[in-house]
């Protein structure tokens, strides 16, 4: 049960006002008790990591930024300790700065205030839109290789354990932004353009550590190995949300 709190009456004050007002809102009508009391448990069961989403939507959008960042981060001083120097392009710069920019908005538009107007949906469905055709269009224009590769033929002989590769890879790097989604999101219930808007954004994520990392440039490994755990990784968690609903 909900405990009532009781405070000295002030000066000047009415007294048993207090009650009066109590029991003026127990008296309305629609008002169910049983509410109150499962808000009041969820509200009790709320502690550890479940405090992430009491936070302001500024700071829960940084949380699950900083560990895209921190991700895309780690795996291009992994490849560049690992003897593969980076040839930085001017191709390379835009397009991983596009990547960024949309990283942000889907994240964005994914925690988006529950207190404010919902965006257009036009502007959703355009961010989405362009979270899936800039990956695509990087898969088939390709540029030339983002990293000065030491032994290139050995890898194009094991192309496709290469592809295998870089999917599983992009994979792993956008559960970690999921997982982190999950735990700073308020909704109860997940909104499927709210689960696409974060899907996006890990995939985005992984693809472009793999943009970071693989130095393949053939175009169907990139369809397959990039685009592919883009596609793959946005169609699950939708359909997920989808047979949530």
């Known amino acids: 049960m909900i405990k009532e709190r009781t405070r000295p009456p002030q000066e000047g004050e009415e007294p048993g006002l207090d009650e009066r007002l109590r029991s003026l809102g127990r008296g309305q009508e629609g008002v169910d008790p049983a509410a109150f009391e499962a808000l009041e448990a969820a509200l009790a069961g709320e502690g550890g990591l479940g405090r992430l989403r009491a936070l302001p939507g500024r700071w829960r959008a940084a949380i699950a930024l900083g560990v895209a960042a921190a991700l895309v981060g780690g795996v291009c001083a992994a490849t560049i300790l690992g003897g593969s120097p980076h040839a930085w392009t001017p191709r390379l710069w835009v ?20 207190h404010r107007p919902e965006p257009p949906r036009w502007m959703r ?38 592809e295998a590769a870089c999917f599983l890879m992009g994979i792993f790097v956008a559960l970690p932004v999921l997982a982190v989604w999950a735990l700073v ?61």
């Open 185 to 245: 999101q308020r909704a109860a219930r997940w909104q499927v353009s709210d689960g696409l808007m974060i899907a996006s954004a890990a995939a985005l994520t992984g693809f472009l550590s793999l943009e970071l990392h693989c130095g393949i440039s053939e175009r169907g490994h990139l369809m397959l190995g990039h685009f592919g755990a883009v596609v793959a990784f946005v169609a699950a968690i939708g359909g997920v949300v989808l047979l949530r609903r």
């Open 125 to 162: 469905r355009g961010v989405w839109a362009a979270a899936m055709a800039l990956p695509l269009g990087m898969a088939l224009a390709p540029p030339e290789r983002c990293f000065v590769l030491e032994d290139s033929t050995s890898m194009v002989e094991g192309l496709l354990g290469a």
């Open 95 to 114: 397009s991983s700065a596009a990547l960024g920019v949309l990283v942000v908005a889907t994240v964005g538009l994914s925690l988006w205030p529950l």
